[in-house]
């Protein structure tokens, strides 16, 4: 399994936990103990998704083709798990230790959700953007829409830390059902992403420059194989044929071409 998959695995099953959480149906079949539980570990899951997509990122950390930009959008959002990391520790020990607490404890928090709409921003206005003033995302290849939907489940999440607000005077939240509600939408944008990247296998935030060595490589494996596969394959190829890199100019431009042709746009 490659980094970026297992990168997905965590955030998909750390988006599920804030999927159901929040269910009150969810709350009443395992209880609120284990109900606080799953937020925990959820925060948990998300928090290692975000180390791996750190560490996917860092290599290209000092790269203005994306690179940079995929940098701060991972470091930031980890910063924005580890916010949801304490605030679920503490809503866990509540339950835990108060038995007759029977309501829901959590929210994201608003340094938490911070830090993921930075990160969203960021990694949205890194993408590939077309009409309408420059803020439309650009139709094809695989994972187009990620930066968007992952901006509109940041967003989402910022609406339930709002609604979930706890107001000092009356000591009640101002709207726990849109605060339960926001949460899960959140959580649902990012299990999407994840999915998509678990199913393709490319994160729609990892740089493009990475992402052409490895389509170089691949297809430095095909001509590889092809060669291996045609003992009889001499070095001077007759006018016309299509063997070896020399049919269709170095590596690079191939990898470049193959960029072009699934959709990713040559920079």
Not at 99 to 117: A, H, M, N, Q, T
Not at 162 to 175: E, F, Q
Not at 197 to 218: D, F, I, N, Y
């Amino acid at each position: 399994m490659t980094l970026q998959r297992g990168m997905a695995v965590f955030f998909a099953l750390g988006s599920t936990c804030f999927l159901v959480g929040p269910s009150p149906g969810y709350a009443q079949l395992v209880g609120v103990s284990a109900d606080a539980v799953t937020f925990f570990v959820g925060s948990i899951l998300f928090t290692i998704g975000g180390a791996l997509q750190t560490l996917l990122a860092w290599p290209e950390r000092r790269s203005p083709e994306g690179g940079r930009a995929a940098w701060w959008a991972a470091v930031i959002q980890s910063a924005g798990t580890l916010f949801f990391n304490v605030t679920t520790y503490q809503a866990m020990h509540v339950v835990l230790t108060s038995p007759e607490y029977d309501k829901l404890v959590w929210r994201p928090d608003w340094r938490g959700s911070i830090c993921f709409l930075v990160s969203g921003a960021i990694a949205y206005r890194a993408s590939q953007r077309r009409a309408w003033h420059g803020w439309l995302p650009v139709r094809g290849g695989g994972g187009w829409w990620q930066p968007a939907v992952n901006l509109l489940g940041c967003i989402f999440f910022g609406i339930s830390a709002v609604a979930g607000y706890l107001v000092p005077s009356s000591g009640s939240i101002l709207d726990q059902a849109a605060a339960n509600w926001n949460t899960s939408l959140g959580a649902a944008c990012f299990l999407a992403c994840a999915l998509d990247t678990l199913h393709t296998g490319r994160a729609s935030k990892m740089p493009v420059r990475r992402w052409l060595r490895e389509v170089e490589h691949e297809l430095e494996g095909d001509v590889r194989a092809s060669r291996g596969a045609e003992p009889g394959t001499q070095r001077g190829c007759a006018p016309g044929s299509a063997k070896g890199p020399s049919a269709g100019g170095s590596a690079p431009q191939a990898a470049a071409g193959a960029a072009r042709r699934r959709g990713r746009p040559r920079r």
